[in-house]
């Protein structure tokens, strides 16, 4: 089985001081690929290389204490990607993709940070932006190999994908243009949203976020904003889906998913 993890850290530091890399010691992924890491190279040096003997490889942004992104590995990948060549974007780290090539068989794994568009009318333009430039380059390549993105994507896509689904479809992540992004990527580009395939009616289980406002994690007043989105084939062989929730790294919980498939 390939054990494939996502989880938002909100910052690579706070998260390990909650316990992450013990909790990993014990899960075991093959691969974690996280999210807004928060830190520069000068950070990670000598300290967050390696967790819990994955290796890691990084996307950082420009702007410090900001965004940025990794994918951890147990095994080493045949080629390593930093950004999807959109300046504006890759100026904030949000890609990275590792490749794990053989003769047989090309894949990617992804680890991908959409941008949020809650502080305001200017980044919710930015995410926009972001997501007309991101859906013809995942089309265009996934017709040269087989990939699953794992990323805080930033998006509700259904009803069920979040507690309070009426009272927030004026607000960012749940706008009905970026619900169509979401619908057109999956039908359109035959994208798989793995998670739904293995569990298409959960609802308050499936929650990954929480805000941090009042008691929305005590009472799970949640959104689904965590996904692996794969390839049919990848996607195929996707055996079982976890959400971890007995410890809190984060305002995000980490989603797993093993898959039928050997790097």
């Not at 890399?21 to 300290?47: F, H, M, N, Y």
């Not at 007309?132 to 996934?142: A, G």
């Not at 999956?186 to 976020?209: C, F, I, N, S």
């Amino acid at each position: 089985m390939f054990t494939l993890t996502s989880l938002n850290l909100n910052g690579i530091r706070s998260a390990t001081n909650k316990g992450l890399e013990p909790w990993l010691a014990k899960a075991r992924p093959d691969c974690i690929c996280v999210q807004e890491v928060k830190a520069q190279q000068a950070d990670i040096a000598g300290r967050f290389e390696q967790l819990a003997g994955l290796t890691g490889h990084f996307h950082f942004a420009q702007k410090k204490g900001y965004s940025g992104v990794a994918v951890y590995t147990r095994q080493e990948p045949s080629d390593v990607v930093i950004g999807f060549g959109a300046p504006e974007f890759d100026a904030e780290g949000r890609y990275v993709e590792l490749r794990f090539d053989t003769p047989q068989r090309k894949l990617s794994v992804i680890s991908c940070y959409f941008p949020s568009g809650s502080s305001g009318e200017e980044r919710q333009l930015a995410k926009y932006r972001f997501l007309d430039l991101f859906y013809p380059y995942l089309t265009k390549l996934k017709k040269k190999r087989e990939l699953v993105i794992c990323g805080d994507i930033n998006i509700a896509h259904k009803e069920i994908d979040l507690r309070n689904w009426k009272s927030n479809q004026k607000n960012s992540g749940f706008l009905p243009e970026e619900r169509a992004w979401m619908t057109r990527f999956l039908d359109e580009a035959k994208m798989v949203d793995v998670y739904r395939q293995l569990h298409p009616e959960t609802t308050g289980e499936a929650y990954t976020w929480w805000s941090n406002r009042g008691q929305a994690y005590a009472n799970n007043v949640g959104w689904r904003l965590d996904y692996h989105l794969a390839t049919p084939g990848l996607a195929a062989t996707a055996k079982r889906a976890s959400i971890y929730k007995d410890e809190k790294f984060s305002d995000h919980a980490p989603l797993t998913i093993e898959y039928d498939y050997k790097l």
